[in-house]
Nanobody
Framework: QVQLVESGGGILQAGDSLRLSCAAS????????MGWFRQAPGKEREFVSG????????YREDFVKDRFTISRDNGKNTIYLQMSSLKPEDTAVYYC?????????????????WGQGTQVTVSS
């Protein structure tokens, strides 16, 4: 089992920046991909960004390109999501996810482990 704990959410204004963190514990191994999803009220959970273990593969959805950057520190078993130029439409609960293997998939059903989520609220 892998436990994931997100932190760093908050209430911000449009144009602000924020960094989310996700700490992994438990049965962590060197072959886990990790990623970020988000879910806004009344909407389905959507993929935001993902990264493989080595950091050699990263993927971001078009709606966050040039604004959000994913990174990981394997020494700390932690991934980050640096968000800048935040918009009100970025308001959502942000979830960290992990899965075995290096593949990064957009479907939430492909990911095995989930954090409890952290709320990000952006006002205009």
């Amino acid at each position: 089992q892998v436990q994931l704990v997100e932190s760093g959410g908050g209430i911000l204004q449009a144009g602000d920046s924020l960094r989310l963190s996700c700490a992994a514990s438990g049965r962590t191994a060197s072959n886990y991909a990790m990623g970020w999803f988000r879910q806004a009220p009344g909407k389905e959970r959507e993929f935001v960004s993902g990264i493989n273990w080595s950091g050699s593969k990263r993927y971001r959805e078009d709606f966050v390109k040039d604004r959000f950057t994913i990174s990981r520190d394997n020494g700390k078993n932690t991934i980050y999501l640096q968000m800048s130029s935040l918009k009100p439409e970025d308001t959502a609960v942000y979830y960290c996810a992990a899965k075995l293997g290096s593949g990064i998939y957009l479907s939430s059903s492909e990911w095995s482990y989930w954090g409890q989520g952290t709320q990000v609220t952006v006002s205009s």
